[in-house]
């Protein structure tokens, strides 16, 4: 799967090393476009990733290009904030409804926290679904966004399930946190999946829920 970056780079016939001054005016073109494509995604989770793989191989094509001097420290140091930036707010944009379902909050009604699990475990399954199927082409850019990722949901998960557990009991809790971090480490690989889950618990698995 190419990018928007490769794909025009390919069009437009330049090559990893054109004159300066081109590859300063056709970044400067490919950037526009990149911004009005971006546009055109509904979904801002995926606008995100979007703009950040685009940016990201950019960056990178012209670091190894005999033309890096002429675009100087600044405009590399300038695009990797950018591509990182949008790596966070993919983060926020993709994480910040869904773990509201894991908000204690004080809740002590035993239907409320279930229908809490309920809802947290359809929003991960329908995320989980969408999600395998995008892709971010380069491999340690997309570990680096889903450890992110699943650091930020287990620190959530483990927090909730600790304080509802002693409440609800461990049946109605459906995934460990290690089960929950593994998920997420699909993520964005490019291959669409579903959750196949056995509700077979693991022995001991409530000892691990209190590991730091």
């Given at each position: 799967m190419k990018s928007t970056a490769e794909s025009m780079e390919m069009k437009s016939g330049a090559q990893v090393d054109p004159n300066?001054?081109?590859?300063?005016?056709?970044?400067?073109?490919?950037?526009a476009a990149l911004d009005k494509k971006s546009s055109?995604?509904?979904?801002?989770?995926?606008?995100?990733?979007?703009?950040?793989?685009?940016?990201?191989?950019m960056v990178e094509k012209i670091k190894k290009s005999k033309i890096c001097p002429y675009f100087g420290d600044d405009w590399i140091r300038k695009h990797i904030v950018m591509f990182r930036q949008h790596a966070v707010y993919y983060q926020r944009a993709t994480w910040s409804s869904l773990l509201t379902f894991l908000r204690y909050d004080g809740?002590?009604?035993?239907?409320?926290?279930?229908?809490?699990?309920?809802?947290?475990?359809?929003?991960?399954e329908d995320l989980y679904k969408s999600q395998t199927r995008w892709v971010v082409p380069d491999?340690?850019?997309?570990e680096d966004v889903t450890?992110?990722?699943?650091?930020?949901?287990?620190?959530?998960?483990?927090?909730?399930v600790c304080m509802i557990i002693s409440s609800i009991g461990k049946k109605h809790i459906k995934y460990t946190e290690q089960e929950l971090g593994m998920y997420v480490m699909d993520l964005l690989e490019g291959s669409s999946k579903l959750l196949s889950h056995s509700w077979k618990r693991r022995h001991g698995w409530l000892q691990m829920l209190t590991i730091s």
């Open positions: 300066p001054s081109c590859a300063l005016s056709l970044t400067s073109i490919l950037e055109l995604y509904r979904d801002s989770s995926l606008k995100h990733i979007f703009l950040m793989n685009n940016i990201h191989y809740i002590t009604r035993k239907a409320t926290l279930k229908t809490r699990c309920q809802e947290f475990n359809a929003a991960f491999p340690q850019l997309r450890i992110v990722s699943s650091k930020t949901v287990i620190q959530v998960y483990r927090n909730f």
